[in-house]
T-cell receptor
Framework: NAGVTQTPKFQVLKTGQSMTLQCAQD?????MSWYRQDPGMGLRLIHYSVGAGITDQGEVPNGYNVSRSTTEDFPLRLLSAAPSQTSVYFCASSYGPGGILYNSPLHFGNGTRLTVT | TQLLEQSPQFLSIQEGENLTVYCNSSSVFSSLQWYRQEPGEGPVLLVTVVTGGEVKKLKRLTFQFGDARKDSSLHITAAQPGDTGLYLC?????????????FGQGTELSVKP
């Protein structure tokens, strides 16, 4: 099992460019989510999905789009990158929706470090 | 909006000392998880506490969930350099379509030999 795989590991964008951060998991997890991590702010939830075809917004969704066409993949799209989106992005998956199955941990990828100039 | 306040943000101690990290909120969580993160990697789950007043021990680490399920603490006894890392608490919030984890800001722990 590879677990949660994120690509790319590093990316530099110019303001206004678009890109997609890829996330794939091979654990057949229903729940997937995207977080951004900034110094002193912990992990903030961007978007999450409780299954294929179902997505919802988290705490900081503006500037980001997601879709979930398969159980395995949950890409995060930046339509027009801004310097405020410079951050480390983590994708995470869980066997359960996190709330209903109390002992379901989040399995994290190793992150994508994004810089927007 | 559920907020989790974690303190302290930074902690630098000598090997062998004890420490406590706190995680507080005005909101009630259905459960609370603690994660540890090393540089360049994603967080890894340490423990989940579910019941108000629950205490769980993992070797030198003791986790407690408050009676009202609004706060939690992590106590490390006789810290070792291998304990160095970022510690994150995360509260589970249930919504109609499932649940989500809300994270605290994290505590950066450095244990010096």
């Amino acid at each position: 099992n590879a677990g949660v795989t994120q690509t790319p590991k590093f990316q530099v964008l110019k303001t206004g460019q678009s890109m997609t951060l890829q996330c794939a998991q091979d654990m057949n997890h229903e729940y997937m989510s995207w977080y951004r991590q900034d110094p002193g702010m912990g992990l903030r939830l961007i978007h999450y999905s409780v299954g294929a075809g179902i997505t919802d917004q988290g705490e900081v969704p503006n500037g980001y789009n997601v879709s979930r066409s398969t159980t395995e993949d949950f890409p995060l799209r930046l339509l027009s990158a801004a310097p405020s989106q410079t951050s480390v992005y983590f994708c995470a998956s869980s066997y359960g929706p996190g709330g209903i199955l109390y002992n379901s941990p989040l399995h994290f990828g190793n992150g994508t470090r994004l810089t927007v100039t | 909006t559920q907020l989790l306040e974690q303190s302290p943000q930074f902690l630098s101690i000598q090997e062998g000392e004890n420490l406590t990290v706190y995680c507080n909120s005005s909101s009630v969580f259905s459960s609370l998880q603690w994660y540890r993160q090393e540089p360049g990697e994603g967080p890894v789950l340490l423990v989940t506490v579910v019941t108000g007043g629950e205490v769980k021990k993992l070797k030198r680490l003791t986790f407690q969930f408050g009676d009202a399920r609004k706060d939690s603490s992590l106590h490390i006894t006789a810290a070792q350099p291998g304990d160095t890392g970022l510690y994150l608490c995360a509260g589970v919030v249930i919504y109609n379509q499932g649940g989500k984890l809300i994270f605290g800001q994290g505590t950066e722990l450095s244990v010096k030999p």
